[in-house]
Nanobody, 120 residues
Framework: QVQLVESGGGLVQAGGSLRLSCAAS????????MGWYRQALGQQRDLVAG???????NYADSVKGRFTISRDNAKNTVYLRMNSLKPEDTAVYYC??????????????WGQGTQVTVSS
């Protein structure tokens, strides 16, 4: 019902920047929540940043002041601008979207993940 395509990951040196994108497509009626999570090797998946349909933002303490989440509702796309990257930001980053479809009602959908590697 909802497909998510992520892009923008890669290898960057410490102090560098990357921008992740996640575009939603499919047969959905509306999208409410959009967010980014990350999972480092051997670790659990944790919230990085989220934005509601009303524009309320929340960030993990570890990325406040360095990362910025935004969304383009016309394009059904959420972005994550990551500045001042640190080696500890290395992880697979996943997009999560809360969408309403006629078939499944309201539920969460996950992207396939994109690798971000920060070298020291």
């Amino acid at each position: 019902q909802v497909q998510l395509v992520e892009s923008g990951g890669g290898l960057v040196q410490a102090g560098g920047s990357l921008r992740l994108s996640c575009a939603a497509s499919g047969s959905f009626y509306s999208i409410n929540y959009m967010g980014w999570y990350r999972q480092a090797l051997g670790q659990q998946r944790d919230l990085v940043a989220g934005i509601t349909g009303g524009g309320t933002l929340n960030y993990a303490d570890s990325v406040k002041g360095r990362f910025t989440i935004s969304r383009d509702n016309a394009k059904n796309t959420v972005y994550l601008r990551m500045n001042s990257l640190k080696p500890e930001d290395t992880a697979v980053y996943y997009c999560k979207v809360g969408a309403f479809t006629n078939t499944y009602g309201f539920r969460d959908y996950w992207g396939q993940g994109t690798q971000v590697t920060v070298s020291s």
